[in-house]
């Protein structure tokens, strides 16, 4: 008999043993279910996007449907007797059978595939690629645990478990989840004590609401989005030296306090800049993108970082908005999911016309100051605008560096005639720019200017390549020197990151009327640039606070508020044309591509722009089907410890699947369309049920179930993220400088941590209480990120990174025992307890506890602590020398305290306080 | 008789199967290191890998070294007066250099036609196997028939941050697991009472690649090397405060576990069981770490043999330290000693500078840790690499078109020496060569990554099995590349 007539003989038996064995499949078989983990697990490696063996690859369809190498159909639809895929795979030769060297698929798998096949053997999309159903019925389940719709999908998937939900944990735990979930801070004291004084079926929700206005609020999502971002304070690679982008993070606090809608959230990150006459903080939304790494190392390709940089973006955009990863799409189509080679460079496409190139100077970049800095400035003008008479409406008002014309001025304005300036000019905020590294023999002339009195002239200066000059003229530019003005070096060229602006003066003869001056810059040592010159002043006597202006001026000048790079597209003389890079190398091009987006998903409307700001209004189409789902699963991981769909960046088939997929779903589609994108509306549906307050004591009959708590029997039992702890510490020991929003900040890190790196910046530790500034404040060098940060699973922020993976380690330990930070947290919290706490040592203990966790601990525990107590302060009292080395010899040194603060630092070591219970 | 055909039968059906396995083991770690397999599979034993992601696991075959100690010579000393002895480049030193070594080649500094310089050593040859080796290692040359030089080793970068990161990522920028970490992740640490994984750092300063070259890049960052340092805590926050000492650290440990144990009666939440066990390791911790860091109570002969001196931060002692390390079992030991970067542009870098204090600093630790592995019987089973990032050029710098002032040789990629001994490698051999001048690998070349899967096969682990996903694609140390040096293996 030949071979293929048995194969048929085989396959037609195992049709009847299936309708024998499973009749219930003789139905239409569900491709996403039955099918497509067969082909993924088995298949799919040699036979997908990367390998396409025998010339087959069952990827799409179509692709799956042609004829292999040998010219045989792997699969004919409707003909399983003519689909080599089934002969091959039941085939009795080890060598011949697929898939090679594994165990034959069982009779089942194989039963499957030829049921599918004769039915036709038809695709289907991927769940995740699904439009959402924006009308999903609510499980029909009872019971007076429900709290809100959220709660109906939890019951009907633990009933069918078999489980039931736990009991609500007790008000104070629940206050303590839920502040710090949604602002990532416990609860002051205050505010225990109002929620304890009210007791009302309200009172939780009200607390809800406050947390939910908190200013607090925007400063615990951001936490989040830095992640996602990849936001650092450096621009990474090798020197990895600053980066001013802090301007941005601000822009992220106040996006999620003001609660801006997702999708509007998005659009100004994204393409900000494209939106019709941009707002200053629309473009600021954008250094979204510009938190891609710089390689400023001599000798680098800026093309190939830029290249880089712009591949990033992509695969930044798909992770976060998309859950996909179309990284591997870059050197060839998808292995498993249906994304084309090509489709990543059309993609790469809407991002690669931006005006950044991987520059030192991180070109393009918006100026801006903080609010209050504005203020300032705004005094200022309109002091000059009482004092000068060239109006401040004809300065420039553009903000980007690269004007041809350069303009500069002081608080008297002045026009410049210069020449010759290289490079751009710079910018302080509203009206205040000057020249950056003027060359020798630049000459400066200000005109029509009032010297009536005028008795002195002050020139504001960085320089830091030898003495300078200036010479000073009057009304001709090659007559006599009036006064000449040395410029020493100063310590600082602007980009460095503390400016250190000087000023020098001369006396000058009083001339009386109007005149023009010459101010000529040389160096006689360094032609190439003299000095960054802000501008200058004249002095008259008679202009009494003059001199108070031009304090305040140059300590404005002083502020590093500093040039945010953002985006900025290329004109369309100037853009770019795109490639596919063949295998992904950026040097081999293929063929010309134009913006697109990926066949599977939702189609671009044609009235869409075909630029960044197409791409991101098509990413918050209604009709796209991953961004909500991606998106709500997102802020569910970070309250439940777990997402929905656990592989919260890869929602493809090889993530994993939703525990609740309709629960998903609706919460996407509710988001989209009730909520109207409004994250705080989202997060209250969530923290309002049933679900999320459930205690989270776990017994082991439901631990051996679900060990990981996918079907939410019990609340969230997590350990607190690296913020969230050191944050925590520095709030209940009453540290914690809540200012909200400002550049980053240097608390006290171990010495030696950045010597590693070639010596570019210094950690020079922040004053006051900077230093006690919520941790996302803390300065971040992706090279070397704060240790406290990196020992609690932080990524370094070089990549987009989803999820931070809990570990549990001794350096932790280690870190909340010894770490500088958390033994000054120990001694503000043991000073509380005495001071604030009661006259008895037990009664302090207690309010230590109650400090950290808002309750009272049991008396077990309290009686723990006594013990420790009693150990410490015999220790103490026998040991002085100890007492000494912990407390020095003050006055406040007594063994009472020094117990306390043992007590503090075991407090702020329980487990119990290091997670969110 | 069996049938031989049988037994070959079953011995490829036995290679399936473990094959099978191991490859499943592997990915099973990576899934357990980031929890997805929960909910299904062995949950018991996924949730105590969950907890402890360092715990010891097998290799995937019978490892031959069960420690790396990598001696990193940054900066890239020159093989050309060390071990690639070319009497031939004697010849036409001081001469053009030919064409064909410039043709299409780029170079960190040299521009145009430079001139060839000639070695600036003499060499001998030493022990049974007749290694060549520098007059300027009168130590080493002892240990030579414990080496096996690899001759024509080769690399895709010339510049030392790059370089170096290729050298221990497989990858020439940052964000890849580097070594270390990606042995860590796959072995987990012997040691539950110190890292699995140190670094230490001595020379002019740390490595130009920094932190990255040691660091755990998208693996969880509990994977990263430690760095041990000289000064200040030897692992970050391992001292107590002052006026907290020992017996009280014991007491608030006891104190937290207590009450740790009354919430987890209370909420039965396993986490917090093994919260107790870490707090516990890091009790241990905090007294095998300054431990293993205490040369003072090593013996004068030691202290002669290595010429360390307790208190310094020297190559010296840090190889001294390397071996206490591989007596407690830390499973990748890697030492940096940066100044090699012999360029000739002043005196700190060049050959008849700084070069010969580099030497003289490195000479005889190396020795001495090779012998001293040896009589405590530990080299066997530690393998130990030497090198630089890349090699030196046979033709003289001349930066800026001009003679330097003194004698260098720039960055080279394409032949520089690496050394290995102990772990499995073959003793006295000597495998590659190069051209006449040193310029070319002409025979047995070993590319880094080549390098790298062959470390790892010493290990018990095939270099193509230990991956990681991330973004989409499984990564692994020597990317799509890299096979075993057999030829090098015993």
Redesign the interface.
Known sequence: MSRLLLMIFLISFLGMMGFVFWPSQADSIDFNTQIRPILNNNCLSCHGGVKKNGGLSMLFREEALLPTKSGKHAIVPFHPEQSELLHRIAHHDPEERMPPESDPLTQEQIHLLTKWIEQGAKWETHWAYQALNPQISLPEVSSSWIRTDLDRFVLESLQEEGLSPSEEADPLTLLRRVSLDLTGLPPSQKEVESFVAHPSPEAYEQAVDRLLASPHFGERWASMWMDLARYGDSQGYQKDPARNIWRWRDWVIHAFNEDMPFDQFTIEQIAGDLLEAPSDLQLLATAFHRNTMNNDEGGTDNEEFRVSAVIDRVNTTFEIWQGTTIGCVQCHSHPYDPFRHKEFYQLYAFFNNTADADRPDEFPTEFLMSPAQEAEVGEIISWIADHDSIPIDDLPGSLFADESVVWSHSPFNFAVSCDPCGGANGRLGDGFEYLRRISSGTQIRYSNLDLTAVDSLFVQYLGGNGSGRVDIRLDNPTAQVLRSLQLPPTNAWYGQSVLDWKEAGTAIPVQDGIHDLYLTFSNETNKGSVADFLGFYLQSSSAADAHQVRKKFLQLATVDAGKTPIMRELSPENSRTSRVFERGNWLVHGDTVYPNVPQVLNSFPTDFPANRLGLAKWLVHPENPLTARVIVNRFWEQMFGIGLVETLEDFGTQGEKPSHPDMLDWLASNFIHQQQWHVKHLLKEIVMSATYRQSSAVTADLLERDPANRWLARGPRIRLSAEQLRDQALASSGLLDTKVYGPSVMPSQPDGIWQVIRNVMKWTPSEGSSRYRRTLYTYWRRSSPYPTMMTFDAPSREFCVSRRVRTNTPLQALTTLNDSTFIEAAEALANRMQVEGGSTPSDQLKYGYYLTMNKAPSPEKAAILDQFYLQTIAHYSQQPEELEALLGSSSSASPEYASLINVANVILNLDEVITKE | MKDLFQELHEQHQAY?TRR?FVQKGLMGLGAM????L??CGD?ASN?SAL????IARAAQFAPKAKRIIFLHMAGAPSQLELFDFKPDLHKLDGQDCPDSFLEGKRF?FIEGVPKMLGPQTTFGRYGESGAYVSELFPHFKEVVDEVAFLKAVHTDEF?H?PAQLFMHTGFP???RPSMGAWVSYGLGSENANLPGFVVL?SGQ??P?????AW?SG?L???Y?G??L?S???P???????????R???K??IE??S???Q???Q???????L???S??E??YR??MTVPEAMDLSKEPAYIHELYGTQPGQTSFANNCLLARRLAERDVRFIQLFHRGWDSHGSNEFEALEGGFLKRCKEVDRPMMALIKDLKQRGLLDETLLIWGGEFGRTPMRENRGGKVAPFNGRDHHSEAFTMWMAGGGVKAGITYGETDEFGYFGIKDKVHVHDLQATILHQLGIHHEQLTYEF???RFRLTDVHGHVVHDILA
């Open positions: 399936l099978h290191a980031l929890g997805s929960l909910g949950q949730l907890k402890n992601p360092l960190a510049n941050a920028r940052q964000g750092v300063s740390a130009s690649a920094g932190k990255s660091g998208f969880p960052s509990v990263q430690v760095q340092r000064q200040g805590d692992v970050l926050n391992v001292s107590n405060p002052d006026g907290i000492n017996d009280i650290r007491q608030a104190t937290i207590q009450i740790n009354l919430q987890y209370e909420v039965g939440d396993p986490e917090i093994s919260r107790i870490q707090y390791l890091a911790m905090q973004q989409g694609r």
